[in-house]
């Protein structure tokens, strides 16, 4: 028998993930080859892998790890901050962009291996916004409703964000907004149709909407704007994509610790993915905060 490093494990699954594939037959015979103490709990809504989360941390669990996509992976986050458990990364999302920024593997198989053999654990920022933490990316300026849907995501995959993003342009006029941006006391006025607050930047396919301007661990967030009415923001995303550095790529993005967001009219503003509220809103970087397994 070899000697797991954390022995007790609970697994939170999100039953509506992208994928379809026997999760309890493989994570029952991977812990048993490492006599691992497990539990799982499965959830409804949004919300309660949250709660399950933090519920386990709590109890004692020295592992906590999500089985689901990107948003599952928001939610655990969320549940463990603050507690002793270590959060373990399961992609069973349609997206699974974490899982690419941190290397693990896409494949339950090996990613429940890889908790079961320890890695090393990875510091990772979070950014507090309110009472609660995101991740990867905040965005504003997608209505609730536009948002790409499950049945989209079960169709297409992860090309149903491309999909929808198509839709958008031919259905509506992108609006422009007037945006005041803070970062570290810094103050940027102008219009745009979209803000990004980027922790994370990679998605599941491995492209990265900053290219390599962002790092998850690196104490700061990267904000930039996106205007269809001014052509030299989208150029500069694109070039930041295809990691040009050029002077334009260095554009119309900035970099910090505190971030305060106000528009006129308000806007819709996203986590990961979840839907949060409406501007103003106000965030702040707290380095290191979450620690995940990670391959070695």
Known sequence: ??????????????????????????????????????????????????????????????????????????????????????????????????????????????????????????????????????????????????????????????????????????????REVHYRITIDGQVIEMPAVKLYVVNAAKAGTGIAVTGDFSKPDDGLVDVFVLDIHNIRTLAAAVGRVVNLHTDMANQFIWRGKEVTIETEPDQPVWTDGEYYGRTPISLKVIPGALKVVVPA
Not at 82 to 105: D, W
């Open 1 to 174: 028998m070899i000697e797991a490093p954390y022995k007790k494990i609970h697994v939170v699954i999100n039953p509506a993930a992208g994928k379809d594939e026997p999760i309890l037959n493989t994570l029952n015979d991977v812990f048993r080859q490492y006599d691992v103490d497990w539990n799982i709990s499965v959830t409804k809504k949004y919300g309660d892998a949250t709660e399950q989360a933090r519920a386990a941390a709590t109890a004692g669990a020295d592992l906590v790890a999500g089985y689901g996509g990107d948003g599952t992976q928001h939610e655990i986050a969320n549940g463990i901050l603050g507690t002793n458990a270590v959060m373990g990364v399961l992609a069973g999302g349609t997206g699974n962009g974490f899982a690419t920024e941190l290397g693990t593997p896409k494949e339950l198989r090996p990613a429940t291996e890889l908790l079961c053999t320890g890695g090393r654990l990875r510091p990772i920022d979070v950014v507090q916004l309110g009472d609660s933490y995101f991740i990867q990316r905040l965005y504003v300026g997608i209505e609730p409703e536009e948002q790409t849907s499950r049945e989209d995501k079960d169709k297409y995959g992860t090309f149903a964000y491309v999909v929808n993003t198509y839709h958008r342009a031919r259905e509506r006029k992108d």
